[in-house]
Nanobody
């Protein structure tokens, strides 16, 4: 059974950067699709970015495109979300996810319901102030 633990959240000013990490334990991330979701106060959870397990291709939602970068280090069993030019509207709890049965990034981020993704972290809070 895989466990995911996020870290790196915190409070920053608008325009600053932050990098989130998600460390997996219990199983290797090799060939797993991985991703980041977020839930802002009073809003539904939404996808941010995902990486396909087979091809390593990344998918970004429009709000993340050009500002966020998802990456993974299989040797460390860890994946990351580098966030730059942060905006107040990026304030949310960020959750990492992993699923070996999902092969494509877009499938994970767009098609699969969050609650059906096999492994999910507990979340890390990012607060962006103006």
């Amino acid at each position: 059974q895989m466990q995911l633990v996020e870290s790196g959240g915190g409070s920053v000013q608008s325009g600053e950067s932050l990098t989130l990490s998600c460390v997996a334990s219990g199983s290797s991330l090799n060939f797993y699709s991985v991703g980041w979701f977020r839930q802002a106060p009073g809003k539904e959870r939404e996808a941010v970015s995902c990486i396909g397990g087979r091809d390593g291709a990344a998918y970004y939602v429009d709000a993340a495109e050009g500002r966020f970068t998802i990456s993974r280090d299989i040797s460390k069993n860890t994946f990351y979300l580098q966030m730059s030019s942060l905006k107040v509207e990026d304030t949310a709890v960020y959750y990492c996810v992993a699923d070996g049965a999902v092969t494509r990034a877009r499938e994970m981020c767009v098609t699969m319901p969050y609650n059906l993704l096999k492994f999910r972290g507990q979340g890390t809070l990012v607060t962006v102030s103006s």
